[in-house]
């Protein structure tokens, strides 16, 4: 949701087992958060992130599954 004042819920789903990253980017490409790095089931998931100490601004959220 956009925008965000505190605490947003994402969902993502995953094909297969595997190492997965997540993480927040800025504007710039710079990763302000690591949400998670490790294995992970296949399956259908959510996460938050508490964006109250992010700074006003556009930010993405990049979900790396076994290297893509």
Same mark, same amino acid.
């Given at each position: 949701p956009n925008p965000v004042s505190s605490i947003s819920y994402f969902n993502y789903e995953i094909n297969e087992t595997s190492h997965a990253s997540i993480y927040l980017i800025n504007e710039l490409g710079? /990763? !302000?958060? +690591?949400?998670?790095?490790?294995?992970?089931?296949?399956?259908?998931?959510?996460?938050?992130?508490?964006?109250?100490?992010?700074?006003?601004?556009?930010?993405? /959220? !990049?979900? +790396?599954?076994?290297?893509?």
């Amino acid at each position: 949701p956009n925008p965000v004042s505190s605490i947003s819920y994402f969902n993502y789903e995953i094909n297969e087992t595997s190492h997965a990253s997540i993480y927040l980017i800025n504007e710039l490409g710079q /990763i !302000v958060a +690591n949400i998670y790095d490790g294995a992970i089931a296949k399956g259908i998931h959510e996460f938050s992130i508490n964006a109250q100490n992010l700074s006003n601004g556009v930010y993405t /959220i !990049v979900v +790396n599954a076994n290297g893509s």
